[in-house]
């Protein structure tokens, strides 16, 4: 699998990509050029030049300093709620395609009862209920898009659950735990990675939407999201101040979906077979 997914020139490039954006978070302090948060109103709206690539904005902070901190709230909140996501869903998947009868039954129709709302609207709902907060946007999404990954990672394991390793193990007494974590979670692992993969594109989009609208990230904390709400009155005189985090935005989650198509081919057994 993993030499038929390096044999693949984009998902290297996808794999190259994301991993400079997330190293370049990871060591923003040492890489970016200037204080994300220094104000210089006498600067405000500079050009581009050695002290600011990018230029500066309606306060006079660097761009591109903004954009590389930007990164971390963007890139690593997202990683926090793809893995709240699917971990919850994993639970309520495996519970309710191994389990079945009543299990199940309370599983999807609460799945139903989720999946039956358009998801922003429920984001957006909870956000208001519990408060403006990145932690409140990070647990709505988690509890909205669960139904969706819970369904899928069922279907998956009912797959599984009646093939002869399963079977042989109930007969020796293995309990149910062992049989869930060391049968079925692997059997069901190279769906788990395209989803999770996939699902970090919707985050990012997510996290930097709920921005965007002064529902997530606030200011003066760079966040790409947030970084367009406040370019989006200067977009005509400062245009390289939206056209930036609007670029890293789209390919960041360009390189997430492409990553991930390219992780489903890999896992595809008919392609291995072939």
């Known amino acids: 699998m993993w030499k038929r997914l390096f044999q693949n020139k984009m998902a290297v490039v996808m794999i190259v990509i994301l991993l400079m954006v997330a190293l370049t978070g990871i060591f923003a302090p040492w890489i ?14 500079a050009g581009g030049s050695r002290q600011f690539p990018l230029g500066t904005d309606q306060l006079g902070r660097c761009i591109l300093s903004r954009m590389i901190y930007g990164i971390r709230p963007t890139l690593f909140l997202s990683l926090v709620t793809m893995v709240g996501t699917i971990g919850l869903g994993t639970i309520m998947g495996l519970l309710a395609g191994y389990f079945r009868g009543p299990v199940e039954e309370v599983i999807m129709r609460a799945v139903d009862v989720m999946m039956s709302f358009p998801s922003q ?6 956000v208001a209920l519990l408060g403006i907060d990145v932690r409140n946007v990070i647990m709505a999404n988690v509890l909205i898009k669960w139904a969706w990954y819970a369904r899928m990672i069922r279907t998956n394991v009912m797959k599984y659950r009646d093939r002869n390793f399963v079977l042989y193990s109930r007969c020796i007494g293995s309990g149910e735990t062992f049989i869930l974590t060391r049968h079925l979670l692997p059997s069901i692992a190279s769906e788990m990675a395209v989803l999770a993969t996939l699902d970090m594109g919707w985050a990012v989009l ?21 970084m367009l709400n406040e370019a989006k009155n200067v977009m005509t005189t400062n245009p390289v101040q939206m056209i930036a985090p609007g670029v890293a935005i789209v390919v960041v989650v360009a390189a997430f979906n492409l990553l991930g198509d390219a992780l489903r081919d890999a896992l595809d057994p008919k392609e291995v077979l072939s």
Do not use: H
């Open 32 to 45: 970016a050029p200037n204080d994300p948060y220094e104000n210089d109103i006498l600067n405000k709206f």
């Open 121 to 126: 609207i429920m984001v957006f709902a909870v």
């Open 206 to 226: 997510n996290i930097s939407t709920l921005s965007f609208l002064g529902l997530g990230v606030q200011a003066p904390t760079p966040e790409w999201g947030a």
